[in-house]
């Protein structure tokens, strides 16, 4: 399996596991308290599901009204049916205005569609101006979380990142010092770019305005910089009215770090003079999604990141054993809507302890979903055949409760008599770590029919 393969890798480094683990856990507990401080929370995640549920059942029509109100406001409007459509239009549009230096926000979108590859193949420099993406294209390493992209890097790697490629001090590690230098070296970027790129976080369908979230500015300072501004956005960011923004804005931050709200909330209407917004508006298999209907309700995510944060196995695992672009429960879920075979593994890597689902801000049933897609994959037959003969045998022996007092008796005394090299040899994983349970005295079964005899013979007898 692939995900419990990669996930093993990461686990060799325990400093690493551990600072991973408790990093995400300290953003998981910030949420908490932002989020108690609000009495109204379970109210407005109610409200944000239900616009959500809204705007998905009639997601054609609200992005037909953007589109005709977006243009009215001179925003130019492309359609991509797939990954190569966006990036082809991205670089028709950039190519259109000879831009060769490109700085881009963060965008998930953009990882997904493989964007930056893509311009850089074509000659086209593109820089990733927030921190986390920063860190994690100069490593060349994919981002490993939603909102935290670099969240798999200690500071003392990040200092000697930045020194190998940007040749702050030695050893110097301290995370003010390194920020500085990244913010001086991206400044120069941005005034020698001639094009940016942004996400969406949000298109309002009764303005054909959108909004991009940022807490270093960096989308703003990009877009007003540049005569050029293409923002990438997937079909399920669009909402009917700009009321429904409030809503959204105010659980976003507070679910994903704890902040009240995103330092920069950036709202766009129209070009200023001189310059040129472009929106590519991107399916990439959504509609598709759309049709699934035990999974529609994952297009309801606003990519918090609040799933990853709680989620046990992904915080011992990491982002990059997901081997898809969005990891977590989350990821879990849509990257198996998109290539089912190659991402069979990830509805395993749950624990299935639901802790995603509270806190999801748009309430989808996330462990609900992932059990959904663990029935789809043994069905469709992706699951490792000594899996399946595992779980074929399983089945039997469940089935039948002779077979099962059988196992069960034969299990124990296996555990009593085997050496325990054999017990807990290569074949078992799971002992690797733990001891095997303690052979009870008896069984549950041989106890029932003591405790039934003894109630019969004190007259209780049913
Ligand atoms: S599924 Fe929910 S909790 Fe997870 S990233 Fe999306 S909105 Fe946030």
């Not at 500071?155 to 110097?172: D, I, P, S, Y």
């Not at 293409?230 to 659980?251: D, Q």
């Not at 509609?287 to 995510?301: H, I, N, V």
Request: charged share 25%; with cysteine.
């Amino acid at each position: 399996m692939l995900h419990a393969k990669n996930a093993g890798e990461f686990l060799k480094n325990e400093k690493a596991v551990d600072s991973h683990d408790k990093a995400l856990w300290f953003v998981r507990a910030k949420r908490d308290k932002a989020v108690n401080k609000l009495p109204e929370w379970e109210s407005l995640r109610e409200t944000a599901s239900g616009i959500k549920a809204h705007t998905l059942s009639r997601l054609d029509e609200y992005l037909e009204e953007f589109e005709r109100k977006a243009t009215e406001n001179g925003i130019k409007v492309h359609w991509a049916e797939t990954a190569e459509d966006h990036n082809h239009l991205v670089r028709q549009i950039l190519e259109t205005h000879n831009v060769r230096k490109v700085v881009k926000s963060k965008s998930m979108l953009t990882e997904e569609c493989g964007l930056n590859p893509f311009l850089e193949a074509s000659g086209i420099d593109v820089v990733d101006t927030d921190l986390g993406e920063r860190i994690v294209q100069l490593a060349h390493e994919p981002p490993s979380h939603i909102v935290l992209p670099a969240i798999h890097k200690t500071k003392e790697q990040v200092g000697e990142l930045f020194w190998e490629k940007m040749g702050t001090e030695a050893g110097n590690n301290d995370p003010s010092y390194l920020t500085g230098e990244a913010r001086k070296d991206l400044r120069r970027k941005f005034l020698e770019a001639d094009g940016a790129i942004t996400g969406v976080n949000f298109a309002i369908a009764e303005t054909g305005e959108f909004v991009v979230c940022t807490n270093e500015g960096n989308a703003d300072m990009g877009a007003h910089l540049a005569k050029v501004h293409v923002a990438c956005m997937g079909i399920e960011k669009i909402l009917p009215k700009r009321e429904h923004l409030g809503v959204f804005l105010r659980m976003l931050a507070r679910n994903a770090t704890g902040q009240a709200v995103t330092t920069y909330s950036s709202h766009f209407s129209k070009p200023r003079k001189g310059a040129e917004i472009h929106i590519v508006i991107v399916d990439n298999g959504r509609s598709k999604q759309l049709g699934r209907e035990d999974f529609r309700a994952s297009l309801k995510c606003i990519r918090c990141g609040a799933c990853l944060n709680t989620c046990p196995v992904y915080r011992r695992s990491g982002g990059h054993s997901y081997g898809s672009v969005i990891p977590g429960p989350i990821g879990a879920i849509l990257s198996p809507g998109i290539d089912l075979k190659k991402h069979a593994s990830l509805p395993y890597a749950s624990t299935l302890c639901g802790s995603c689902s509270d806190v999801c801000p748009v309430k989808i049933d996330i462990h609900t979903q992932l059990y959904k897609w663990r029935q789809i994959v043994a069905k469709e037959k992706y699951l490792p055949a000594s899996k399946r003969m595992m779980m074929g045998g399983m089945s039997k022996i469940m089935a039948s409760p002779k077979a099962f007092e059988m196992a069960g008796k034969a299990g124990a005394w296996a555990l009593k008599v085997v050496p325990r090299g054999i017990v807990y040899g290569p074949w078992n994983p799971w002992g690797k770590e733990r001891e095997m349970p303690e052979v009870p005295k008896q069984t549950f079964g041989e106890w029932y029919k003591e405790y039934e005899q003894q109630e019969s013979e004190n007259g209780n007898a049913k």
